[in-house]
């Protein structure tokens, strides 16, 4: 599980954002298109039509069935051109799929047709950031925070963190991802980000005082022994150094961070 690595909104399907990076719960196999065309209710007009078609899609985008959320996508705007949800999925989708073009006009045709959407304007400011549009990102992000009936801010102040980190703004990264906590205790991987900023700044003590929040928990993870591994490298306590790089060799010698400390690139 790569902690800073997997994007908030990618980690909830890119739907919205997600406060922990926690793995997502294992859900059922869905049933191939024509099974779950036949399974869907009956619906008499082509609004309810276009919302059954999106709920089916967002449900294949979730299990990466890419492919056939693009076509429920497609067949919900042929039910209902102007249903918003229907052109958010197909963004979601296009975005998947690295069609960046593609997903930006879906994205603003969603948003045009639902100006006051927040789950739209925070998945589009995602998508934003995620293309190296970060100032143009927080227009939209600013938006769902004025929201009053938004019920999750906590998503979109720890998107707003991630992406203030992305711009190599540590200090808005903190401040952000410090708010989203305050709502969100539970978001694992703002105790990660916050860990690392701690890291980065030579502030050794701070960096596992995060870390240590974040393995009560949650089990380590290759990359969370990782960081404590080069923690303990940088403050010269090499009791620990020595058990992370055993738990590394002994658990994690598939992963990726493994290959560095054999390789010796701490840094």
């Not at 975005?95 to 998945?123: K, T, V």
């Not at 952000?176 to 205790?185: E, G, M, S």
């Amino acid at each position: 599980m790569k902690l800073h690595m997997l994007p908030i909104a990618a980690c909830a399907v890119i739907l919205a954002g997600c406060a922990g990076n926690v793995a997502a719960p294992k859900q059922e196999p869905l049933p191939n298109l024509e099974q779950a065309a036949f399974q869907m209710p009956v619906v008499a007009d082509d609004q309810s039509r276009a919302k059954a078609r999106t709920d089916l899609g967002i449900a294949y985008l979730r299990d990466g069935r890419y492919e056939i959320a693009l076509e429920e996508a497609q067949k919900a705007i042929s039910h209902a051109s102007d249903y918003a949800p229907a052109h958010n999925l197909l963004a979601l989708v296009h975005m998947a799929l690295g069609q960046n073009a593609q997903a930006d006009a879906s994205f603003r045709r969603a948003s045009g047709l639902a100006p006051g959407n927040p789950e739209i304007a925070n998945n589009y400011g995602w998508f934003l950031c995620q293309t190296g549009k970060v100032k143009e990102s927080f227009t939209y992000f600013n938006q769902v925070l004025r929201n009053p009936l938004y019920r999750t801010p906590a998503k979109v102040l720890h998107n707003m963190g991630v992406c203030a980190l992305q711009d190599k703004d540590d200090v808005a990264g903190e401040s952000y991802l410090f708010r989203a906590l305050k709502l969100d205790p539970n978001n694992l991987r703002a105790y990660y980000l916050l860990a690392d900023i701690e890291y980065r700044r030579g502030r050794f003590e701070g960096a596992r005082d995060w870390l240590k929040k974040l393995h009560a928990r949650m089990e380590p993870t290759a990359e969370t022994v990782w960081l404590s591994l080069r923690i303990d490298r940088k403050s010269g306590d090499r009791r620990s150094e020595a058990a992370n790089m055993g738990i590394l060799r002994g658990k994690f010698r598939d992963s990726p961070e493994y290959v560095q400390m054999m390789r010796g690139e701490f840094d």
